[in-house]
């Protein structure tokens, strides 16, 4: 049985921890170092207290303690909310990547303390070496740059290299270099997709999207935009250069008679914001447009998460009449109890489940689930990555009222999305179109 920390003090600290991995080294044929930071810490610090807050850290430790904790693997705290964990004679990549599943396995349970429930999420970045060759500041650079990278993808918290990895750094130096200058070049520009009432194929608002008219490469998606803004601290930066935008195409439409609704997504550094909520008032004055017209999208984790921060910035948010929703749902993992709590406008369905609709029948069984969901908040129920023809037959069928994708039409300029609201969508392989794309 695992020995119970008692203290964050008796938990070695970064250059005892190091000083440990070096002499690990000596002792094996291979090592490997996972480095876990707890995702948003600095919310449960700020809203609950510093001593509330060790609390749930020495709970944080003693659980990785017990997953992991032989009397061959050492856990260190490499800085206030950073835990490291050192494996001897390990450098399976497979088995590394297993671990990481059962640690946010088991933290899916959420921990308590005076009343208060936190259910704990990671970054993970992993270095796997052999030790013939060790140098301990590359290998603990390396495991560093693992969990940026880890932090900074999107899709998965979780990043594996070796110390003979090489990071990609000339281009992302590059890319931020090049985002000051496209901002201030004016070199950014929002795409718009439809969002489509489904029985009459009539456009009723958009999702803007930005992208990047990079003088080089072209026209970027938004992947490496948002990497290079990252890097730069530039998100909130970029995030309010995107709602002065939508504010501007909004009052365009009111010109045009467009009674239409624009759906920005917004990060988790720009949720975080105090001046988030004086911007969009500012703007909403300085546009003459109310805020009712503005529909912000959080993806499921940052909104799913239990800072008591995010629940009162959306409260805040809602007060103002601004719509909320849930991009991506069902592809985390869903905390109905959070879903519950949450006063929310629209639930936006993974397009995964949409597109796979026809391929595997439990996708139906979800989008099914949203519906009841949604039906029960009373929010909307949105279906992305509607592509063909029998998925929006099958989306009539369920009583799916709104969607998005491909089928109706791509993200495309203003201009072109001004001209997709005037006239009928046409879907299918007629030949208006094929003309159309």
């Known amino acids: 049985m695992s020995q119970v920390i008692t203290s964050l003090a008796t938990i070695p600290n970064r250059y005892a921890f190091i000083d440990s991995i070096a002499k690990r080294a000596m002792q094996s044929h291979s090592l490997s170092l996972m480095l876990i930071d707890v995702v948003r810490f600095s919310d449960v610090t700020t809203s609950l207290g510093i001593h509330v807050g060790d609390s749930f850290l020495l709970e944080i430790a003693n659980r990785i303690h017990t997953l992991f904790g032989t009397k061959n693997v050492s856990v260190g705290r490499i800085s206030g909310d950073i835990f490291g964990v050192v494996f001897p004679n390990q450098s ?113 608002g958009a999702e803007c999207l930005l992208r990047w008219n990079h003088p080089l490469d072209g026209v ?75 529909e912000l999208e959080l993806t499921e984790d940052v909104a799913l998460s239990n800072s008591l921060m995010v629940k009162k910035q959306l409260d805040e948010l809602r007060n103002l009449g601004i719509k909320i929703s849930v991009d991506d749902f069902g592809k985390g993992y869903s905390n109905l109890a959070y879903i519950r709590d949450l006063d929310l406008d629209a639930l936006k369905i993974d397009k995964s489940f949409v597109m796979e609709l026809t391929v595997h029948p439990v996708n139906k069984a979800i989008i099914e689930a949203a519906k009841v969901i949604g039906h029960a908040k009373g929010c909307g129920v949105i279906a992305e990555g509607v592509e063909t023809i029998e998925q929006l037959h099958i989306l009539r069928e369920m009583g799916i009222t709104e969607g998005q994708g491909y089928l109706f039409s791509k993200a495309v300029p203003l201009d072109e999305f001004i001209v997709l609201t005037q006239q009928e969508i046409i879907v299918g392989h007629s030949p208006l179109r094929a003309r159309a794309w």
């Open 220 to 294: 970027l998606f938004p992947g490496p935009l948002i990497e290079a803004a990252e890097s730069y601290n530039m998100m909130s930066e970029l995030g309010y250069w995107t709602l002065e935008q939508a504010f501007r195409a909004l009052a365009h439409f009111d010109v045009l008679r467009l009674d239409l609704c624009l759906s920005v997504n917004i990060s988790p550094t720009q949720l975080y914001d105090n001046q988030l909520i004086p911007t969009l008032r500012t703007l909403s004055q300085s546009y003459s447009m109310p805020l009712s017209r503005i």
């Open 92 to 204: 399976n990549e497979s088995m590394l990547r297993s671990m990481f599943d059962r640690l946010v396995e088991h933290f899916k349970t959420p921990m308590h303390y005076d009343g208060t429930a936190f259910i704990a999420d990671f970054n993970v970045g992993v270095v796997c070496c052999d030790t013939r060759e060790f140098d301990i500041t590359i290998f603990v650079s390396r495991a560093e740059t693992a969990l940026k990278l880890a932090k900074e993808n999107k899709y998965e918290n979780y990043c594996a290299l070796t110390t003979r990895d090489k990071a990609d750094t000339g281009k992302s130096l590059a890319l931020k270099a090049d985002l000051k200058r496209a901002i201030a070049h004016n070199e950014l520009e929002l795409y718009f997709q439809p969002k489509v009432e489904l029985s009459t194929l009539a456009v009723v």
